[in-house]
């Protein structure tokens, strides 16, 4: 068993991340800037967005939180996108999500300006992906390649099974492996929760991608001898041992599942840090103005 080092690998294209933003920020005169948008007071959500803020100032660039109450309107909420959108000082802008019941995410995604989106979630940066055209690609699955491509993991021909379809891991992942790219040329299957079978399907997998939120829900005896693992559940529990007071769990069960396979993801230090590096990326991409012209 290998480990895919979510620590050492987002460490080393920090560093890279980091020397480009000072480059970009002497030839435009200002730093990168995100802006993150949160509403109400969500512990994990309140957490991610932290890390998101600490990990802009790591690497040289300018962060804005604007955390609202959860009583928000949807109507300001898209009134203070517009604003944002229109702001040429600021080159990202995410919503964290989820977002209260009574504010409709799809609505949010859409106002974002696309060439704004570093989280890769409006129809026209999804769309492009599909097609293999520069754009910005969901933070998660993004990170998920570069971590591939940093351990130059051959994926090609390979069958991969996803196990969630969210918009944001299993549907994206599940595209960007198929795509005629490298990472990426798998058959893949993405399942849910209304497939049948499901321990079958995963048991012929080369490359499994558990995105459920389901503590140990991958267990060894789904596993294929030689199987490349990449766990993105991030599942909190209540813990007096640690300092922060919770424990974190993915969806697969590490220890038994481990020793079965080729390479695997720790929960934590695999793809939760590899997603702030995706986001970051995107982040610098939309700053340099690579795939859209402001
Ligand atoms: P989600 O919570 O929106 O949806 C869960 C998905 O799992 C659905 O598509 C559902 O069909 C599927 N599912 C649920 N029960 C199932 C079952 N019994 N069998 C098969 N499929 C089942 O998905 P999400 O937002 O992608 O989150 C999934 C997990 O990944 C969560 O633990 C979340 O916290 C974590 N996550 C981690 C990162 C990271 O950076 N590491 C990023 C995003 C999400």
Redesign the pocket.
């Known amino acids: 068993m290998n480990l895919l080092d979510g620590k050492h690998v987002s460490a080393k294209i920090k560093e890279d991340i980091k020397q480009e933003a000072a480059e970009l920020t002497t030839k435009l005169g200002r730093k990168p800037h995100l802006v993150a948008i949160l509403v109400g007071h969500d512990g994990g959500s309140e957490t991610y967005v932290a890390s998101k803020m600490r990990n802009c100032e790591q690497v040289g660039f300018e962060s804005t939180n604007l955390h609202y109450e959860a009583d928000i309107t949807e109507e300001a909420l898209l009134s203070k996108i517009t604003e944002i959108n229109q702001d040429p000082s600021v080159d990202g802008l995410i919503v964290q999500l989820p977002l209260p019941k009574h504010i409709d995410p799809e609505k949010v995604t859409e106002a974002i300006d696309y060439r704004k989106d570093v989280d890769g979630f409006h129809p026209i940066n999804l769309g492009r992906m599909q097609r293999n055209l520069p754009c910005f690609i969901p933070a998660?699955p993004y990170g998920i390649l570069l971590m591939l491509e940093h351990y130059q993991i051959d994926t090609s021909g390979k069958k991969a099974v996803i196990?969630?379809?969210?918009n944001?891991?299993?549907s994206p992942m599940s595209i960007l492996l198929a795509r005629n790219a490298n990472p990426g040329n798998c058959t893949v299957t993405l399942?849910?929760?209304r497939?049948t079978n499901?321990a079958q399907e995963v048991q012929d997998a080369d490359i499994i991608v558990a995105?459920?939120?389901?503590k140990n829900?991958v267990t060894a005896d789904m596993v294929k001898e030689g199987a490349i693992v990449i766990d993105?559940?991030?599942?909190r529990e209540v813990s007096d041992l640690t300092k922060s007071g919770y424990k974190l769990f993915g969806?697969v069960d590490f220890e038994a599942v481990a020793p079965k396979s080729s390479w695997i993801t720790p929960v934590p230090g695999g793809?939760?840090l590899m997603?702030i590096v995706g986001l970051l990326k995107n982040t610098l991409e939309a700053a340099k103005g690579t795939f859209y012209t402001k």
């Open positions: 998660t196990i969630g379809r969210s944001i891991v299993g399942t849910h929760s497939t499901l995105a459920i939120g389901k829900f993105v559940g991030i599942n969806d793809v939760g997603t």
